[in-house]
């Protein structure tokens, strides 16, 4: 059981490599909430370890804008490193997957 969700992290973490290379997104808190106002967002992850009352606000922009909205299962540190950054990500908003098919296997779930 611990094996099947260690290699869903690694093909989510895989994809979204992808996406960093290949995609268009954004990174943190405000610029996902403008990019789910312009309706641009196809997707948004959000790791485990968000404050709730931000968590609910980005899950509601994201059902009104209806885009899909996937709880990354590591920490805001473990998600800035799986998009290759340095520093901290709370939310990414994948708004162009590129080559990735990040979105289609995020719906499949």
């Known amino acids: 059981m611990v ?3 260690k290699k869903g992290v ?9 996406v960093m290379k290949s995609g268009k997104y954004t990174l943190g808190y405000k610029t996902v909430l403008k990019s789910l106002r312009g309706g641009k967002s196809k997707l948004v992850l ?11 606000e980005v899950e509601y922009y994201a059902m009104l ?14 998600l800035g490193t799986a998009c290759g950054k340095y520093f901290r ?7 162009d997957p590129g080559d990735s098919d990040i979105v289609k296997q995020m719906q499949g779930e």
């Not at 989510?12 to 992808?18: E, G, P, T, V």
């Not at 990500?89 to 708004?95: A, E, L, R, W, Y």
């Open 3 to 5: 094996k099947k969700s």
């Open 10 to 18: 690694d093909s989510i973490n895989s994809r979204l490599a992808l």
């Open 46 to 56: 959000i790791c485990n370890n968000c404050p709730p009352l931000r968590k609910s």
């Open 65 to 78: 804008s209806k885009t899909g909205v996937h709880h990354y299962s590591g920490t805001n540190i473990d």
């Open 89 to 95: 990500v709370s939310c990414i908003s994948i708004t």
